[in-house]
């Protein structure tokens, strides 16, 4: 089992930054992917961006030159460093991660946007 916890969310003005981090529990060995994802009102649950067990990054579209994701085996976390953020950026933001095949969840932290 691998428990996620999730922080850093919050309310912030648009064009602002947020960090959002996640630790994972357990050892780095065996762990594919880790990521972000987020709902937003109303609407289904998408990417936002992912790190592969070779670093490499992974971002939608909407995100790229705002967003950065980051990994540290060392320490078992994933932060997304979010910048310029945009009303359509409000949701609920989850973390995930892919450990030898199964799929782990956190329970989400809100990111709202709004002036």
């Known amino acids: 089992q691998v428990q996620l916890v999730e922080s850093g969310g919050g309310l912030v003005q648009p064009g602002g930054s947020l960090r959002l981090s996640c630790e994972a529990s357990?050892?780095?060995?065996?762990?594919?992917?880790m990521g972000w994802y987020r709902q937003p009102p109303g609407k289904q649950r998408e990417l936002v961006a992912r790190?592969?067990?070779?670093?490499?990054?992974q971002y939608v579209d909407s995100v790229k030159g705002r967003f950065t994701i980051s990994r540290d085996s060392a320490k078992n976390t994933v932060d997304l460093q979010m910048n310029s953020l945009k009303p359509g950026d409000t949701a609920v933001y989850y973390c995930r991660c892919i450990k030898f095949g199964r799929d782990y969840w956190g329970q989400g932290t809100q990111v709202t946007v709004s002036s």
């Open positions: 790190v592969d067990r070779f670093g490499s990054p």
């Open positions: 357990g050892s780095a060995y065996g762990i594919e992917i």
